[in-house]
């Protein structure tokens, strides 16, 4: 008899995703992505804040005021709609800057779309893109990622409203189910997010631009991959709490009349919440380059 074992297809052995430290060596080494992103997503927020701020100034002088922001409460917020400033003109450049909220978000949003694709293109990429092929990727990914931004905002109200619905009407009588009803809706809106950034990396990966082949591929990829993704993720929110954790302690520590140093330490920590999540990104492009090469062996050896 002939031994055929030696001849049998062996099952695939997914390749395992990189380290987290080879994630942020990515992130470090190639830093037009995140530099970027920082400026032209927090200069736009700075900008309107000094737009606004004139409208605020005159209110400094009044001991409510003050005291609102020493306690960071609103309980004085109604008494100071009573207040005369005088400065008519600053409230309404305030006013203005209020109205620029929504259309300045927008437009920060699709700046942010734009350069997703192309730090994304950037971390897949053997070395470090050019500022041409940069901006290349980001024009040639930005049809795709803006369609999933919209279908994954769509099914995260979609999935909020089926939560936050049930929890209301049994939250008089059963505030314990109702917590656990919310908790179960934070997890799958955390699975959506999740599902919906891996889809833009699902695509970049295998250079398929369409939106429903990447939303399967990232499926499967979360099936198959789902312990480095789970370890990406959760480490992830880990560091964010961390973060938030620490930013509420230093401003804590600082009065408010420090406005010089905690501004810095707010930023420092927007830039490092940037960094974190552009790390997990990173690594997500590794889970579906591992992915893609599994289901590529699979395919060979069935032949």
């Not at 955390?190 to 970049?204: K, N, P």
């Not at 961390?242 to 230093?250: E, H, M, N, S």
């Amino acid at each position: 008899m002939v031994d055929t074992t030696l001849n049998a297809p062996t099952p695939a052995v997914p390749t395992p995703p990189g380290s987290l430290r080879r994630y942020v060596q990515r992130v470090v080494q190639r830093p037009r992505g995140w530099l970027l992103a920082y400026l032209l997503t927090t200069l736009p927020a700075l900008g309107l804040a000094l737009l606004t701020a004139p409208a605020l100034l005159p209110f400094t002088r009044y001991p409510a005021f003050r005291r609102m922001l020493e306690t960071r409460t609103l309980d004085l917020l109604p008494d100071l709609f009573t207040l005369n400033t005088g400065n008519e003109g600053w409230m309404l450049l305030g006013v203005l800057g209020l109205l620029l909220v929504l259309p300045l978000a927008v437009t920060v949003k699709l700046i942010w779309i734009w350069l997703e694709g192309g730090t994304l293109a950037d971390y897949a990429a053997p070395s470090g893109l050019s500022a041409r092929a940069f901006g290349q990727a980001g024009r040639r990914w930005f049809g795709v990622f803006l369609v999933l931004n919209i279908g994954g905002t769509g099914l995260l109200i979609v999935s909020v409203g089926m939560t936050l619905l049930p929890a209301l009407l049994v939250h008089g009588r059963f505030p314990t189910l109702a917590w656990g009803i919310i908790g179960i809706g934070l997890l799958v809106a955390g699975l959506c997010a999740t599902w919906i950034e891996m889809a833009r990396a699902a695509a970049l990966v295998n250079d398929d631009p369409h939106a429903w082949r990447a939303l399967k591929r990232a499926a499967g990829a979360m099936r198959q991959q789902w312990r480095p993704l789970l370890l990406l993720v959760g480490g992830s929110l880990l560091l964010f709490g961390t973060l938030f954790l620490l930013q509420r302690w230093l401003l804590r520590l600082l009065p408010l009349s420090w406005w010089l140093p905690t501004a810095l330490i707010q930023q420092a920590c927007a830039f490092v919440r940037l960094g974190i999540r552009l790390t997990r990104q990173a690594g997500q492009l590794d889970v579906l380059k591992a992915y893609a090469n599994s289901y590529t062996e699979i395919g060979h050896k069935g032949t």
